[in-house]
């Protein structure tokens, strides 16, 4: 599992990146990843754990979302 910071999320276009805290590319994170893991939103500089699944634009997305 990685951790990281939510560089930003917005909440009405339903999207945003994460920073990890390894270094790497951000980390894209879409609310149908949050709505699976039960949280209501994303603030900014929030610290949270995260898996990494290949999308079909050949990005990694954020899955598995738990707050740190």
């Known amino acids: ?3 990281g910071t939510v560089k930003f999320y917005n909440s009405t276009k339903g999207f945003g990146f994460i920073t990890p805290d390894e270094g790497g590319r951000d980390a894209f994170v879409h609310v149908t990843a949050l709505e699976r ?3 209501a ?3 900014d500089g929030q610290k ?3 898996d990494l699944e290949n999308g079909r634009d050949g990005r990694e ?3 598995n ?3 740190a």
């Open 48 to 50: 949270v754990s995260y």
């Open 41 to 43: 939103g994303l603030g």
């Open 65 to 67: 979302l738990q707050l």
């Open 37 to 39: 893991a039960g949280i």
């Open 1 to 3: 599992m990685n951790t």
């Open 61 to 63: 997305s954020a899955i």
